[in-house]
């Protein structure tokens, strides 16, 4: 049976206990919430797989509580990797580089890289350094779907699975840590988040963008992925009251994620104003697609969003949910967003 408990020193040990039993521990970082097993211990993380309903193949990112285990996990930690963890860890950041030799299969999904990453959660640190080793922790959510960003999100979707839920409140950031691949000693940005290529380039200075051929293989950069149940798709902004009024018309349930607040009120349509500030929409970003997922609406409408680099996370997860739906929907209108 689960339990969500709060983080005292006794329910840490219980945490720590579940993990040294081989269980999992679903537990909060400033992102999104884990799904950990101890990354030691192959059929502990196999039951990660298990849970989320995840292709054995897709490694996952093995969580430290600082980097002076690192060469534990690594073969070499190249230059460029100590000046990104002075600067973003404990923090959203995770990257990627050559595995040491005795890192398990499961964890790298047989690749010869592993990721990385150090959360700067109190109770994500605190787990961490009562455990004292690596925990192996993809997003808590089942395979494909939306990150949780609330201990109950993780409940309602793998409760049964899972030992202990470490209630840590909502998730601070609401996006998947930003990954960069070290492997070669250059940076390349897999997947973008909390940390801009901006803030990037200011300590690296030359970024590289996207995966290339000779990339570890990052399931989670695969379209359709991130995404709600009911079809989704991007409007541009000054089409948003237009489509959603055209649809709701012709008898479709509608749900709106916009930027700002309907310019009338629509028969059948929910709406959700998640506001112009690239954090606060971050923030809130999956409970609102759940939210709208839970609505009974036959389609969600998202108001494209600014261009600035501070909605590159946004926008990827976007473009994501969207490419969900397949080639066949017939309403016309497709993933605005490059
Ligand atoms: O913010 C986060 O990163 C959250 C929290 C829990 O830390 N974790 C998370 O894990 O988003 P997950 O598994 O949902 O996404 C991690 C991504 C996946 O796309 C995975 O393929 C990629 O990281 N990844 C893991 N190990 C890798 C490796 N060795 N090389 C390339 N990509 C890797
Ligand atoms: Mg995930």
């Known amino acids: 049976m689960v339990r969500v408990v709060r983080a005292t020193q006794v329910e840490i040990e219980t945490a720590v206990q579940a993990l040294r039993d081989g269980e999992l521990v679903a537990f909060p970082t400033e992102t999104v919430y884990g799904l950990g097993a101890n990354a030691q211990n192959p059929a ?109 999100h993780v409940r309602d979707e793998l409760g049964d699975a899972v030992k202990v839920i470490l209630d840590g409140g909502e998730s601070q950031i609401g996006l998947e840590s930003t990954i960069v691949n070290c492997a070669d000693g250059k940076v390349r940005l897999l997947r973008p988040g909390a940390v801009t290529a901006a803030q990037l380039r200011s300590v690296v200075g030359d970024l590289l963008m996207g995966p290339d051929l000779e990339s570890p293989r990052t399931p989670g950069s695969t379209p359709s992925h991130y995404a709600p149940t009911t079809p989704l798709i991007i409007v541009p902004a000054g089409e948003i009251d237009a489509k959603a009024a055209a649809l709701s018309e012709g008898g479709v349930r509608i749900a709106v994620l916009a930027q700002r607040l309907p310019l009338k009120s ?37 108001q494209d969003v600014p261009t600035d680099e501070r909605w590159d996370a946004i926008r990827d997860r976007l473009v994501r949910a969207a490419s969900s739906i397949s080639e066949s929907d017939d309403t016309g209108s497709m993933a605005v967003l490059p």
């Not at 995770?94 to 005795?102: D, E, F, L």
């Not at 971050?282 to 839970?294: F, G």
């Open 44 to 152: 502990a993380v196999a039951k990660i797989f298990e849970a989320k309903g995840r292709p054995k193949t897709h490694p996952v990112i093995v969580h430290l509580d600082s980097p002076r285990f690192l060469h534990r996990w690594v073969a070499e930690v190249p230059e460029v990797v100590t000046k990104l963890a002075e600067k973003f860890w404990p923090g959203p950041l995770t990257v990627v580089m050559k595995r040491a030799a005795n890192v398990h299969d499961i964890v790298t999904g047989g690749q010869d890289t592993i990721a990385v990453r150090v959360p700067s959660h109190p109770m994500a640190q605190q787990l961490l350094t009562a455990f004292g080793g690596g925990i192996a922790a993809p997003s808590a959510n089942r395979y494909g779907k939306l990150s949780p960003t609330r201990p109950e």
């Open 266 to 302: 629509h028969k059948y349509v929910t709406w959700i104003n998640a506001g112009r500030r690239p954090d606060q929409y971050a923030h809130d970003l999956y409970a609102n697609l759940r939210t709208l997922d839970k609505a009974g609406c036959q389609k969600i409408l998202v």
